[in-house]
């Protein structure tokens, strides 16, 4: 694609940057033919292709417009299209460039979109303040309607968190709502290291990745959240621990750019580009490892969603299934489980009929096979998902825990 970057931006690292990223891109259309949003609502400039066009323009110098920043806003940033691209098109760091530009050029956002976003950022990042929510919720839980009741899991008991007692150590991202949703992930994923001879540790300092704020156009905040996260596992990776494990594939992903989006910051680029390596989703651990100990008491069908954020972002497709395989679990088959159900971070929220759309689609392949249950390795997901079924959705590592 041919470029011609405006003054503002052309000798800039983020131009030339987008400048690389654009002449990649050969508008062969094989992206909008896996696109989730093209694929609802048949609009080109709602697929990648459109997308970066509208891009390009404000790169090139064109002021962007209310429905510019809503073709941007609709991109769930699923990655599909980054694993169908045969140009290797880098389009989730294209739209993040291009988010935070049309955000300064473009009018204003209207006055309960600015809200709705300020209140996002401070109830779901800071989790002390989510806590109380989602207490509230489940006192208020018996009077809710089906769908508001089902967003609100129950709290599971099976939060019980071994001792640490071996050598081998690995730290784990609390994160921001997944301690107060469903505290039962992190503590199954510690009891399933346990009897693999590993101990799984909390830095009690550490939080929120940082990745809602990137996706919603405030990556100083991101930054700081980066930062206080490096601070916080820096002193215990000196100390020997073997990795950073991530049980949110959406956290993961993000964590393991860290390198990239702190790469000028003379005092935490090398940090954050260590921090980064040391990233590991927990599929990613389990894999590696003798699996001889795990024998799963699940139930006999598992339909398996898998996070976008785990196949397209940190590409790992396939290799939870296995893992389930390998303990016993029977998996159905999952018709189109490339596309997004639709939770997508915030989305949901900012975009529900969109999302309610992508997660009836996805819920009409999951069961279509008649699971049990169905598992996941998001917690964005699984609420997601839970809200629209009666059927239990649990993260995978559960089921190898129970």
């Known amino acids: 694609m041919k470029t011609s970057l405006a003054e503002f931006i052309r000798d800039t690292d983020t131009g030339r940057e987008a400048d690389t990223i654009l002449r990649a891109c050969v508008h062969c259309g094989f992206c909008n033919a896996t696109c989730p949003t093209y694929q609802l609502l048949g609009d080109e400039l709602d697929g990648p292709r459109g997308r970066i066009y509208l891009i390009k323009q404000v790169l090139e110098g064109h002021v962007p417009t209310a429905a510019t920043r809503l073709h941007l806003d609709r ?3 699923c990655r599909n299209c980054e694993t169908t691209c045969p140009s290797g098109v880098r389009y989730g760091r294209l739209v993040d460039i291009g988010r935070e530009l049309v955000e300064q050029q473009a009018p204003p956002r209207r006055f309960l979109e600015r809200i709705a976003r300020e209140l996002l950022r401070t109830t779901l990042l800071n989790a002390d303040r989510f806590s109380r929510l989602i207490r509230i919720g489940r006192r208020l839980r018996p009077f809710l309607p089906g769908s508001f009741k089902r967003s609100i899991p129950a709290l599971r008991s099976d939060t019980s968190w071994p001792v640490p007692r071996h050598k081998r150590r690995m730290l784990v991202l609390a994160g921001c709502v997944q301690p107060a949703i469903a505290p039962n992930i992190n503590a199954a994923a510690a009891r399933v290291l346990d009897r693999l001879g590993i101990s799984l540790i ?32 820096w002193p215990q990776l000196e100390a020997g621990v073997e990795a950073i494990v991530m049980t949110a594939s959406g956290c993961g992903v993000h964590v393991k750019e860290y ?58 497709a396939g290799v939870v299934e296995e893992i389930l395989q390998k303990s016993g679990i029977t998996l159905t088959t999952v018709p189109d489980a490339h596309l997004c159900c639709g939770s997508a971070g915030t989305y949901s929220i900012l975009h529900p009929i969109l999302s309610r759309r992508l997660r009836r689609n996805k819920l009409d392949a999951l069961t279509q096979n008649r699971p049990n249950v169905i598992a996941t390795a998001n917690i964005g997901c699984l609420t997601h998902l839970q809200a629209g079924t009666d059927l239990p959705v649990r993260h995978w590592i559960e089921l190898l825990a129970d």
């Open 75 to 77: 991109c769930l940033t």
């Open 259 to 316: 390198g990239y989006y702190l790469r000028n910051d003379p005092v935490y680029a090398a940090k954050a580009e260590r921090i980064a390596a040391a990233a590991r989703d927990i599929a990613e651990v389990l894999r590696d490892e003798d699996l001889a100990k795990l024998r799963a008491s699940a139930p006999a069908k598992i339909a398996f969603h898998s996070p976008c954020t785990l196949q397209h972002g940190q590409k790992l």
């Open 202 to 233: 909390v830095a009690p300092e550490s939080g929120c990745c940082g990745a809602v704020s990137q996706h919603t156009s405030a990556p100083a905040d991101a930054l700081n959240f980066a930062r206080r996260n490096i601070d916080a596992w």
